[in-house]
C-alpha cells in the first residue's frame, strides 16, 4: 500500500513538472487591435467578422458650382452658382418610424474584414437648393424660344460671354431635395483612443474613402416649366471622411464624422422632357453627420 502510494505521488508530481513546462512556453497574448494611439487598455474582443448599422442625420454646405442648361434652342451656362442645405426643423418627423427619411439622413450598412478595417454600403441624403434671388455671370446662347414643345423666355433671350444676370422665380428654381442622393462603397480604418479599464467601452478613429452614384430626385423649373423629376443616376463622385466613435453598451455606439467630396452630375433631369432638355454640374460638398450605431 505505502508503495502504491509512493508510486502515485510521483507520477502527480511528473505530470504537474510537464503541465508547468508547457505553461512555460506559451505565447503571450498579442493585443486586438492596432492603433496609431496605443491606448493604456486594449479592448476586450476583436471586431473581425461582426456587421454594423447605423443610421442618423447632416447638415451640408457647398462649393459654388457652373450650372450648363442644354437643349433645343439654348445651351447656357450659369457660373459659380450658390446653394445651401435644406435641414428639416426639430419635430417628430424625426423619431416618426412614417417620416424619417424626410429630414437629410444618413445610412450605412459595414462588416469589419479586420479587427481595424471595414467596407460598407451607404446612402447619404443630403438636399441641395440653389439661392433664388441671387446674381451670376452667364455664358452661352438662349433662343426667344426653347425646347420642345417651346418655353418663352420673354427678356432673357440672347448670346452672352459673361454678363451678369439676376435669377428670380420666373426664371429658375433649382433643387436637388429628395435629395442629393450620394450612395456609396467605401472602405474605413478603425483606430482606438480611449479604452476603458474593462476593455468593453471605448472612443476610436474612423476614417475613410468613399467612391459611389449620384441618385438626385430634382426639382426644376425653367422659364416655368418643370416638374420634380424622378429619380435617375446623374453622375458619380468621390469622397473622403473622418470621425469619432463612442462605444459605450453592448455593440451601441454614437459617432460624428466629417466628410467632403466631389461629384460631378452630367445627366440632370430638368422640364421633365428627358430626351431633350437636361443640365449638368460639378459639386464640392461639406457634410457633417450624426448617427447611432449599432454593431452585431
Partial sequence: MNKFLLALSALTLSASSLFAQDNSNESPAKPIAKSIFNPKYSRTESNKGKFYFHWGYNFSSYGKSDIRFKGTGYDFTLMDVKAADRPTKLSMTYINPATISIPQFNFHFGYFIKDNYSISLGWDHMKYVVDIPQTVRIKGHISPEISEPGIPTYGMAGTYNGEQVT??????????????????????????????????????????????????????????????????????????????????????????????????????????????????????????????????
Avoid at 474605413?188 to 430626385?217: C, F, N, Q
Avoid at 453592448?250 to 452630367?266: E, P
Fill in 167 to 296: 435669377l428670380v422665380d420666373s426664371v429658375l428654381q433649382f433643387e436637388h431635395t429628395d435629395g442629393y442622393n450620394f450612395a456609396s462603397v467605401a472602405l474605413e480604418r478603425h483606430d482606438d483612443i480611449w479604452v476603458s479599464r474593462t476593455g468593453k467601452s471605448y472612443l476610436s478613429m474612423e476614417t475613410g474613402a468613399e467612391l459611389g452614384l449620384l441618385v438626385p430626385r430634382t426639382d426644376v423649373r425653367l422659364f416655368g416649366v418643370g416638374e420634380n423629376n424622378y429619380w435617375n443616376i446623374a453622375g458619380y463622385g468621390a469622397a473622403a471622411k473622418v470621425g469619432l466613435q463612442y462605444h459605450f453598451f453592448r455593440g451601441l455606439y454614437l459617432q460624428t464624422s466629417f466628410k467632403t467630396g466631389w461629384t460631378d452630375l452630367n445627366n440632370i433631369r430638368t422640364t421633365g422632357r428627358n430626351n431633350i432638355d437636361k443640365a449638368s454640374q460639378s459639386i464640392w460638398f461639406f457634410e457633417n453627420y450624426w448617427v447611432l450605431g449599432f454593431k452585431f
